[in-house]
């Protein structure tokens, strides 16, 4: 496989499961991206990892977990998750030092 | 982070070359600037970064003045198959090489047969 790609890509899950997303990149990239889209919203950007190491966390609910156990892989950990966190969630990667980012086709995920 | 200001939609006929310029007056010295192109319920896919002038690939161009404060993606001679949303982002470097990018709603293009 190339490029980005996530599992699953399509979720259905309640407010009291535990879930885990999946995001592994093909490209040698080194930096990693979570972001959340809305219906109708811009992309939000939820946490950012470079060398495996998180560098940024946009105030995200701690109902969302991320770890990233190697350069090629990023999970996004989900528990008690609310109805309004429904949306689709996307994976980026890149080449540190380069701004260019490339993402993977997204998990939609629907919170019941 | 360096604000981005584009027109909410634009419609453009096919064969036609369609000019989309975005507004950043507060960008930073080292930022760049990327273009990305999503179709609905897809990621974003990278069309285009540059820092400063012009740059061209197979898809697409990108004019960037002295000042750097606005930017224009060109399109030429679009097709139906170009419908879509079109990202101008300012990235900012969030620390150990990484970037941070700050999405607005877009440009939404829709091109007309």
């Known amino acids: 496989e190339t490029g980005v790609t996530q599992t699953p890509r399509h979720l259905v899950m309640g407010m009291t499961n535990k879930k885990s997303l999946k995001c592994e990149q093909h490209l040698g990239h080194n930096a990693m991206y979570w972001y959340k889209q809305s219906a109708k919203k811009p992309l939000e950007l939820m946490f950012v990892y470079s060398l495996e190491e998180r560098v940024e966390n946009n105030s995200v609910p701690s109902r969302f977990s991320p770890e990233c156990p190697n350069s090629s892989h990023l999970f996004l950990h989900l528990h008690t998750l609310q109805p309004e966190d429904s949306a689709l969630y996307l994976c980026?990667?890149?080449?540190?030092?380069?701004?260019?980012?490339?993402f993977g086709p997204g998990t939609r995920l629907t919170v019941t | 982070l360096a604000k981005t200001t584009q027109p909410i939609s634009m419609d453009s006929y096919e064969g036609q070359e369609v000019n989309i310029t975005c507004s950043h007056n507060?960008?930073?010295?080292?930022?760049?600037i990327t273009w990305y192109q999503q179709f609905p319920s897809q990621g974003p896919r990278f069309i285009i970064q540059g820092y400063k002038t012009k740059v061209t690939n197979e898809v697409a161009s990108l004019f960037i003045p002295a000042d750097r404060k606005s930017s224009t993606l060109s399109l030429p001679r679009v097709s139906l198959s170009d419908t879509a949303v079109y990202y101008c982002l300012v990235g900012e470097d969030s620390g150990a090489g990484s970037y941070q990018l700050t999405f607005g709603k877009g440009t939404k293009l829709s091109v007309i047969p």
């Open positions: 980026a990667s890149s080449q540190m030092g380069r701004p260019e980012q490339y």
């Open positions: 507060n960008i930073a010295t080292n930022d760049y």
